[in-house]
Nanobody, 124 residues
Framework: VQLVESGGGLVQAGGSLRLSCAVSGRAIRSYAMGWFRQAPGKERAFVAAISRVGGTTYYADSVKGRFTISRDSANDMVYLQMNSLKPEDTAVYYC??????????????????WGQGTQVTVSS
């Protein structure tokens, strides 16, 4: 399974970005999907997750109300819409796939497959 993120970039505080994750090698329906991020000098942190069929989503408190995770299973894509961005959202953002047939998780150990990451920089 391969995951490729895109859509990162430089944006001013208060702006928006939409990250995309293209999944190949196996149908995305086999996985719950998540987004994580890692800021310089910090550990990788959970951002958002979505269930296999998209009916359940789960967000970190720091992004709740500002970020929205969605999936297009027909096209094997996952998205992260990020609004009202803050400088503290600056990080490398990673897409990940969880094969566990359960609720979406915020634990990185549940995710078996990871993308290479895309940089998001929010200027103040």
């Amino acid at each position: 399974v391969q995951l490729v993120e895109s859509g990162g970039g430089l944006v001013q505080a208060g702006g928006s970005l939409r990250l995309s994750c293209a999944v190949s090698g196996r149908a995305i329906r086999s996985y719950a999907m998540g987004w994580f991020r890692q800021a310089p000098g910090k550990e990788r942190a959970f951002v958002a997750a979505i269930s296999r069929v998209g009916g359940t989503t789960y967000y970190a408190d720091s992004v709740k109300g500002r970020f929205t995770i969605s999936r297009d299973s027909a096209n094997d894509m996952v998205y992260l819409q990020m609004n009202s961005l803050k400088p503290e959202d600056t990080a490398v953002y990673y897409c990940a796939a969880d094969p566990t047939p359960s609720y979406p998780s915020g634990s990185a150990t549940r995710y078996d497959y990871w993308g290479q990451g895309t940089q998001v920089t929010v200027s103040s």
